[in-house]
């Protein structure tokens, strides 16, 4: 008891002099009581609505893209500041980011709680620039590099249609998302928004927005032939590196840009989802995972490429079962930049896979679903996929924000409604505001076509506490 009452003590004694957060201190988001102010040469960034920051000088999280957007809203009523978010998370200035390591090899899924040069990750702080490193290695060998936000750009919104024109050099596209309001009078934030990669196949509870973005047009995906097609190729050139996820996600993230300056649209652009299936669910999980303002991320069956990882897709195929490999995936599609080809015969030499890619959304909400009944889309490796993601979600001290749920029994991009429960949990809790709501969900059916998942197998690792303080 002793113990207990002085333990107590020093602890309110340390949130006494807290008053400040420290450099890389977190200073606020949803759920969290700590202080909100930050130390001499410090700014609190809002990283997310779960987490905010204070990093070093900024006013806004740091950019390759000095000029601020020249957004026209519809109206006059757009508040003329410069807009807080940014495809870029902010990098401390000290975190090296490299975007490959020379002579790494591992044939299992590598630890995300060991920085690049091996040591350790031992707090929420360490784990802003372990993202940083992630996302900077995922960029390096698979993804392309994502530009900022451009030079200009302008939108206006009309019978539902988001008009958005980005200009950089003596380039300029136009793509107009549409959206479909629910009835009645906006909430003074504005309506939460669903953002949904080309067509929807989820159903979505009342009071929350949805938005068709087509993204196949930003960057096309009809086979190998495409690399370097559509709308994002026709502003940065057929020789950006960014794969066709990529130009996906820079086209969410401006339409987040736009929306935030449009009042007039009544979006809440704290409360922004994205989803998409199959192929999109690839991308919408590629946007959770580049995008920090998006608050919940839905992959629906994204299998390969997607929730799964390259290893574990690999070991099923070498058990027998006929899947979609990094071998494979590099010959059908443009999703993978084109450098991602010369990894994919050693798989070991990735100093990451898409537990990694999936954790980067951490401490943000995630629920991916998955499909048994399509053994092309990785089953096993989905489910050993996100359980080893879902350590760092527990490490953050939020294991209910990342939620997994995989059966069989419907087609492929049907919806069972059986999981329904599960996915209107995550829209009432992170996009509607209902806080109580229970988001433990983590389920398969164990349907892996005779292959064996043994953890151990795959991950050599434990997971530590990031994070004592719990969020949302
Ligand atoms: C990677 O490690 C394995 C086993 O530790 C070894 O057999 C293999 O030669 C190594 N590969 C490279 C490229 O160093
Ligand atoms: C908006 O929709 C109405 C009715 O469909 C149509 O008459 C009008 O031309 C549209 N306006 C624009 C700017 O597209
Ligand atoms: C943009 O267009 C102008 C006028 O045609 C030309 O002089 C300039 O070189 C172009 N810039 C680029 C980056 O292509
Ligand atoms: C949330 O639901 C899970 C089962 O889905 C249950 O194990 C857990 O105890 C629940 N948590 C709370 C706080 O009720
Ligand atoms: C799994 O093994 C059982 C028993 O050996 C066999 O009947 C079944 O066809 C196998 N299933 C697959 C998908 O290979």
Not at 335 to 352: G, T
């Amino acid at each position: 008891m002793q113990l207990f009452a002085a333990v107590s003590v020093a602890f309110a004694l340390l949130r006494l002099v807290q008053a400040q957060s420290p450099v890389w201190g977190q200073c606020g988001g949803i759920g969290w009581t700590g202080a909100t102010t930050c130390a001499a040469g410090t700014t609190c960034i809002t990283l997310n609505p779960y987490y905010s920051q204070c990093l070093p000088g900024a006013t806004v999280p740091t950019t390759t893209q000095p000029a601020p957007p020249t957004t026209t809203p519809p109206t006059s009523t757009a508040p003329a500041t410069s807009a807080p978010g940014s495809s870029t998370t902010a990098v401390p200035g000290a975190c090296s980011t490299p975007a490959t390591i020379s002579g790494f090899n591992n044939s299992k899924l590598p630890n995300p709680f060991l920085f690049d040069d091996n040591t350790p990750v031992r707090s929420a702080e360490d784990w802003t620039c372990r993202r940083a490193q992630i996302q900077a290695l995922i960029a390096g060998y698979e993804s392309g590099e994502l530009p900022g936000r451009p030079s200009s750009l302008t939108a206006s919104l009309s019978n539902n249609t988001l008009s958005i024109t980005a200009t950089n050099g003596n380039n300029s596209i136009t793509f107009k998302p549409t959206i479909t309001f629910p009835s009645g009078t906006p909430p003074a934030a504005g309506w939460p928004l669903l953002i949904v990669y080309d067509s929807l196949s989820i159903p979505v509870p009342s009071g929350i927005a949805t938005m068709i973005y087509g993204n196949s047009e930003m960057a096309q995906q009809n086979d190998a032939s495409s690399r370097g097609l559509g709308l994002f190729y026709n502003l940065y050139g057929q020789s950006a590196t960014a794969s066709a996820m990529t130009a996906w996600a820079w086209g969410v993230s401006r339409i987040i840009d736009v929306l935030e300056q449009m009042p007039a649209a009544h979006i809440n652009t704290q409360r922004i989802a994205v989803t998409g299936c199959s192929r999109d669910g690839k991308g919408a999980l590629m946007a959770g995972a580049l995008e920090p303002r998006i608050a919940l991320t839905i992959p629906q069956e994204s299998g390969s490429g997607g929730d799964a990882c390259w290893r574990l897709s690999l070991y099923e195929q070498d058990a027998g079962s006929v899947v979609q490999t990094a071998t494979e995936i590099v010959m059908e599609n443009v999703w993978f930049s084109a450098d991602f080809a010369d990894y994919v015969d050693d798989l070991s030499v990735l100093p990451f896979d898409h537990h990694m890619l999936a954790a980067l959304i951490a401490p943000r909400p995630m629920i991916s679903f998955e499909n048994t009944d399509y053994v092309w889309l990785s089953p096993l490796s989905s489910y050993g996929c996100m359980a080893a993601a879902h350590a760092v979600w527990d490490a953050l001290g939020v294991a209910d924000h990342h939620g997994f749920e995989q059966v069989g029994g419907h087609a492929h991009c049907a919806w069972p409604a059986s999981l329904s429960p599960q996915l209107n949990a995550f829209f009432d809790r992170f996009l509607l505001d209902q806080p109580n709501v229970n988001t433990s969900f983590f389920a398969t059916n164990g349907v892996f076509n005779n292959v064996t998942w043994t953890a151990s197998d795959w991950i050599d690792w434990s997971t530590p506490a990031l994070n004592e303080r719990r969020f949302g």
